[in-house]
């Protein structure tokens, strides 16, 4: 993509990233000045990881054995942005999730619908821990920079390694397993918190 950004295809796929980020950047922008904050008890997570399941067993079934494609629309465009923010609002729902679903649900193939959602991912993160510093530190708040460079490197890392190997793996295989991970994961929260309900 940035070797070949001149090429038609890059700059249409690097112009439809910037167009996700913005969309989503006005509408975390929004969510901010609402004053928006998540929940931060257990349930509505472990809610969100069971609903979260469902919808992956779900979507997998109902596309099975169709045609899908490798080309990104501006309906999805719209739909990742809007993915992007409701991992925002609700706790538990998770970002790469969310975008990577409704993407496949509008016929994206899944391994385009992955590599989409962290290229997205990559503008979109970057952006929103920007703007939390920034807040951070109008509010007085000291930082490690040296600290926070090394997280931000080994995280960087990771997530190359973490992302090569889920679209490889993506390749041979559906979210399926993922689904009932999510689900016997939520099930596990609910069930630790049965006691205190």
Request: charged share 10%; glycine share 8%; hydrophobic share 60%.
């Amino acid at each position: 993509m940035l070797l070949r950004w001149r090429e038609p295809e890059s700059l249409d796929l690097n112009l439809k990233i910037f167009v996700t980020f913005f969309l989503t950047a006005v509408g975390g922008l929004l969510l901010d000045k609402w004053n928006f904050e998540l929940p931060e008890t257990v349930q509505p997570v472990a809610t969100a990881l069971i609903v979260g399941g469902i919808a992956f067993i779900a979507v997998e079934a109902h596309l099975k054995g169709r045609m899908l494609t490798s080309r990104i629309s501006w309906t999805v465009v719209a739909v990742v942005a809007a993915a992007q923010l409701l991992a925002a609002v609700f706790p538990g729902a998770s970002r790469s999730g969310s975008t990577i679903i409704l993407a496949m649900l509008f016929g994206v193939t899944r391994v385009t619908a992955t590599e989409f959602s962290f290229l997205v991912g990559i503008p979109t993160l970057l952006a929103a821990g920007a703007y939390k510093i920034f807040q951070a530190l109008r509010d007085g708040a000291t930082e490690d920079w040296g600290m926070l460079a090394l997280g931000a490197v080994v995280a960087a890392l990771v997530s190359f390694v973490a992302v090569k190997w889920l679209l490889h793996f993506v390749q041979s295989h559906t979210f399926v397993g993922f689904g009932i991970y999510r689900i016997l994961l939520g099930v596990l929260l609910l069930w630790l918190l049965w006691p205190q309900t």
